[in-house]
């Protein structure tokens, strides 16, 4: 059962536009949400996160939009750079400290200058 | 500042030989620690969780073994490696705090069974 799903697979944005990376997942108890980089060859980076009691995170140019309604989920990613290309994780965690966090399949970015 | 090894950087093996994959962990005490496994393009599957030493918890079976002898060291290994074996193995510790948990990867393990 997948209970993290991301969409699209893969995204190509021109520099300088807004990426837009989607995440929905099904398990109400998850309440907190993190977003992992990943450059080829490497381990993922934790690149921002929120938890359910937030509808917005910001860290720079990186923006969670957040919707517990609908169980939904959207990293922006505006003035996109070709740093920025990698692939993107979205995951899911519950409520203890020892939780499984669930992953999603991941979003390929890539941004053409 | 915490750091985390994993050893080798990349291996070449062939199908039925043994395998060992190591991980240490330095200046986290007593640190949870995972190893994910990760195909070509694919997503993280959690493997093993160890939150003490001596103590491995498997999370899916994949004819792989996981140990942890000391407090920041963190084993993967088997007996008998098939295809389906190759992939990206990540380790990677954590850390509560904020009511959530953060993972922390190491730059992984890069398998191919032959």
């Known amino acids: 059962q997948q209970q993290v799903r991301q969409s699209p697979q893969s995204l190509t944005v021109w520099e300088g536009e807004t990426a837009i990376l989607n995440c929905s997942y099904e398990d109400s108890t998850f309440n907190y949400f993190p977003w992992y980089q990943q450059f080829p060859g490497e381990g993922p980076a934790l690149l921002i996160s929120i938890s359910s009691v937030s509808d917005k995170k910001e860290d720079g140019r990186f923006t969670i939009f957040f919707n517990k309604r609908e169980k939904k989920l959207s990293l922006h990613i505006t003035d996109s750079q070709p740093g920025d290309s990698a692939t993107y994780f979205c995951a899911a965690g519950g409520p203890s400290s020892f939780s499984k966090l669930v992953f999603g399949q991941g979003t390929s970015l890539s941004v053409v200058p | 500042a915490q750091t985390i090894h994993q050893w080798p950087v990349a291996e070449i093996k062939a199908v039925g030989s043994p395998l060992s994959l190591g991980c240490t962990i330095k200046g986290k005490s007593s640190p949870n620690l995972y190893w994910y496994w990760q195909a070509t393009g694919g997503t993280l599957q959690q493997l093993f969780y160890s939150i003490t030493v001596g103590q491995v918890e498997s999370v899916v079976q994949l004819n792989l073994s996981a140990s942890r002898p000391k407090d920041d060291q963190f084993i993967l290994s088997t007996e008998k490696l098939l295809l389906s074996h190759s992939g990206f193995y990540l380790c990677?510790?954590?850390?509560w705090g904020g009511g959530a948990e953060t993972l922390y990867f190491g730059s992984g393990t890069r398998l191919t069974v032959l």
């Open positions: 990677a510790w954590s850390f």
